[in-house]
């Protein structure tokens, strides 16, 4: 259960801030104030319960006696980045999905320019 939890969380995090753009892209809503807001906080949390999702997986599988993944031990201080830098990690991650939607609408500005010429 947990590993479904760790993936959700993880798909949350992965999907989020291309869906608020689209929306943004479309509809001209949400406002950006609120897709940041929305992108560091709900970001935060997905990348944070991914990581605590995982990590009880981890000890469901220690306990069962199965084997465990590799790298499984090897951590390092990711937990801690994730809990005081998550929302960073999350802004960071949207800045690509930002570049794609800024050049997506000097397309349309470009194609409507065209069409009114």
């Known amino acids: 259960m947990n590993e479904i939890l760790h993936l959700l969380c993880?798909?949350?995090f992965l999907t989020l801030?291309?869906?608020l753009l689209l929306l943004r892209f479309k509809n001209q809503k949400p406002s950006?104030?609120?897709v940041f807001v929305m992108i560091s906080v709900f970001g935060?949390?997905?990348?944070?319960g991914s990581?605590?999702?995982y990590q009880a997986h981890i000890d469901d599988l220690i306990t069962q006696n199965q084997e465990l993944?590799?790298?499984?031990?090897?951590?390092?201080?990711?937990?801690?980045?994730?809990?005081?830098f998550?929302?960073?990690?999350?802004?960071?991650?949207?800045l690509p999905w930002l570049i794609?939607?800024?050049?997506?609408?000097?397309?349309?500005?470009?194609?409507?320019?065209l069409q009114t010429d």
Not at 44 to 48: H, P
Not at 100 to 113: A, Y
């Open 100 to 113: 794609i939607f800024m050049l997506s609408v000097g397309v349309r500005k470009w194609c409507q320019k």
């Open 69 to 84: 993944p590799k790298g499984w031990d090897s951590d390092g201080a990711s937990g801690l980045a994730v809990m005081f």
């Open 44 to 48: 935060w949390l997905s990348a944070f």
């Open 86 to 94: 998550g929302w960073l990690i999350s802004l960071i991650y949207s």
């Open 17 to 19: 801030p291309p869906i």
């Open 51 to 53: 990581f605590m999702f």
């Open 32 to 34: 950006w104030w609120l």
């Open 10 to 12: 993880l798909g949350l």
